[in-house]
């Protein structure tokens, strides 16, 4: 299961079954579950821990230092939970001690090729990177989120779960759960409703869904009444009160 060619330090800790393909490195400090695959060509260093049965393809760099100047060495990590697809060339940095000192993913994500996960971005379960999507850094994501091929997010933005960004968006502030973004700067077209029926949304929650989509964006409400209006819309529909929660949230201001 592991190549002849692959350097695996001493101290590394490798579970069951795990596979590690030709002329990968594998440093000190990396921690790899049951039954991962490791491709040709991969470089896992630093404070790295990886799940079980997950798949990495070539070429990827995971658990490198921050792109940030401030970075000092501290033993920072980088954290990968269960059955994730990372395709080719992804690049997934160490968080940095001015914030959670951990960048993390979750499980079940599909994270395409060229993917760069910047220092301290949580990535939620269940995601969709489409190619060369990128954080920057302290990003976070939510839960079944799909980011369109060459999306851009900047620092400190949140995307919400079930949030779907079009190809090339530039997203500069935070996008809320439910919602479907494009542009440059990426702006709200309306909710994600063929994904939610895809995962099971009934259609009274869909249409609460739209309903708090037209209170957010279509009635020229300000962002406070907005807000207001949503939290007693969330007592009739409890799918609500995840966009309700999450503008309480926002630090950066939501796309408008």
């Not at 579950?33 to 470089?43: F, I, Q, S, Y």
């Not at 060229?114 to 489409?130: P, R, S």
Request: aromatic content about 8%; overall charge negative; glycine content about 12%.
């Amino acid at each position: 299961m592991i190549h002849e060619t692959a350097i695996i330090h001493p101290g590394a800790q490798l579970g069951m079954n795990v596979s590690v393909g030709p002329y990968s490195i594998i440093g000190e400090h990396v921690q790899i579950g049951d039954g991962t695959t490791v491709a040709a060509h991969v470089v896992i260093n630093g404070h790295t821990s990886i799940g079980c049965d997950n798949r990495i393809f070539q070429f990827c760099s995971l658990g490198e230092i921050p792109q940030d100047k401030k970075y000092a060495g501290e033993p920072t990590r980088l954290e990968i939970g269960d059955r994730n697809v990372i395709r080719e060339f992804c690049t997934f940095n160490l968080g940095t001690v001015q914030d959670a000192g951990a960048t993390r993913v979750g499980n079940d994500n599909w994270i395409m090729a060229y993917v760069h996960l910047a220092h301290d971005c949580q990535v939620a379960n269940n995601t969709i990177f489409a190619n060369n999507a990128s954080l920057a850094g302290h990003v976070h994501v939510g839960d079944y989120a799909i980011l369109g091929g060459f999306t851009g997010v900047h620092q400190f933005c949140k995307i919400g779960a079930h949030v779907m960004t079009g190809i090339s968006s530039v997203v500069f502030k935070d996008i809320p759960p439910y919602v479907m973004a494009a542009g440059q700067p990426a702006a709200p077209h309306g909710i994600n409703s063929e994904g939610l029926k895809r995962r099971g949304f009934s259609p009274a929650a869909l249409t609460g869904l739209k309903r708090a989509y037209k209170t957010l964006y279509r009635e020229g409400l300000s962002f406070g009444e907005a807000q207001a209006k949503l939290a007693l819309l969330a007592a009739e529909v409890p799918e609500v009160a995840l966009m309700s929660d999450f503008l309480t949230q926002s630090d950066r201001g939501i796309i408008r």
